[in-house]
């Protein structure tokens, strides 16, 4: 049984040969060729945070692979009213194939993974989002034909997706440089993580945006507010105005730089409308791979042994 709690959960060759596999769903699929893999399985996929990308992906991918996608929100679950995760865990592993949760705390994944007996993946918490950082690397490696040996940056909040992609970038050889303002920092054991890399020159902390956009061949962005955070909205406004993917940024890069953003953006914030329509078809692309993304997630967490590869 394996599980998608987080990315350092996954060893180099698990990731690549994901997205080999990825690459090749999507090519059956864009040709009209079948592939019920998951024929007669069922997945649970439990939102406690609303998403569009996250449930049509999973659910229009559940059902390419043959099997059965049942939609859970925290309404209708016994877990909104206070039953413990574990006991949830026993009683949907009895039912269920699969879990996918999408939800705020990492600890209630993890607990997921503890007590059930079937695969859980991660659809995002607060901490990490695997799933969206497989399809951009799946994205950066279609567009760019390798990842070793490229930059990315990324521009804004030490969140979710920037500890997400500093794991996911330096695991498959990519040097990364991060920017944010003081006291939006990844958490410590990111930065740990990421320090393993830092005396072959893989990854550098700046403060100034323009300095870790330079020389970079993917540029990366995200809200300044995360979903759960609105309240700081204004807040994050003032911190992070100088945290924006704009021309003057773009300028610093290598030539023929990709932009990729997980989306949903707020043109005029974290990137100008003119950047991000510049590089609409590779944006895009990234919110397509989701799907192909996810499903090579599935195959790997919920096929049978010999169905994997």
């Known amino acids: 049984m394996k599980h998608l ?20 769903l999507k090519y059956e699929q864009k040709h009209g060729i079948e592939h019920k893999i998951l024929k007669g399985k069922t997945l649970g ?13 999973f659910e229009v991918g559940m059902t390419q ?42 600890s209630e994944v993890e607990a997921l993974a503890e007590y ?38 990324f521009i804004g909040d030490g969140n979710n997706m920037m500890n997400s992609l500093i794991v996911g970038a330096l695991s498959t ?51 300044w507010a995360s979903m759960g955070q609105e309240e700081e909205k204004k807040i994050r406004e003032k911190v992070f105005k100088d945290f924006q993917v704009n021309a003057e940024l773009m300028s610093k890069t290598n030539e023929g730089c990709m932009v990729l953003h997980c989306l949903p953006a707020h043109r005029g914030e974290e990137i100008t409308a003119e950047v991000l329509e510049a590089h609409a078809d590779e944006i895009f692309e990234e919110a397509e791979n989701r799907l192909h993304a996810q499903k090579a997630v599935l195959v790997k967490c919920m096929a049978d042994e010999n169905q994997k590869d």
């Open 45 to 57: 996929m439990i939102f406690e945070k609303s998403s569009t990308r996250t449930r049509v992906s």
């Open 116 to 153: 059930g007996s079937i695969p859980i993946i991660n659809g995002l918490t607060d901490y990490c989002h695997p799933c969206q950082v497989l399809a951009d690397l799946m994205t950066i490696r279609e567009f760019k034909g390798k990842l070793e040996g490229l930059k990315m940056c």
């Open 173 to 223: 050889g990519m040097s990364i440089s991060v920017a944010c303002p003081e006291g939006y920092e990844p958490p410590q054991h990111i930065l740990e993580f990421a320090e393993k890399y830092g005396a072959d020159g893989k990854f550098e902390l700046c403060r100034n945006p323009l300095d870790a956009a330079k020389n970079a061949d993917v540029v990366y962005t995200d809200v």
């Open 65 to 106: 692979l043959g099997g059965y996608p049942l939609f859970l929100s925290s309404n209708d679950l016994q877990i909104g009213r206070g039953e413990p995760v574990e006991d949830t865990a026993r009683v949907l592993s009895r039912f269920l194939d699969g879990i996918m949760i999408r939800t705020f705390e990492q």
């Open 5 to 24: 709690l987080k990315l350092e959960d996954w060893t180099t060759e698990e990731i690549i040969n994901t997205l080999n596999l990825a690459d090749q």
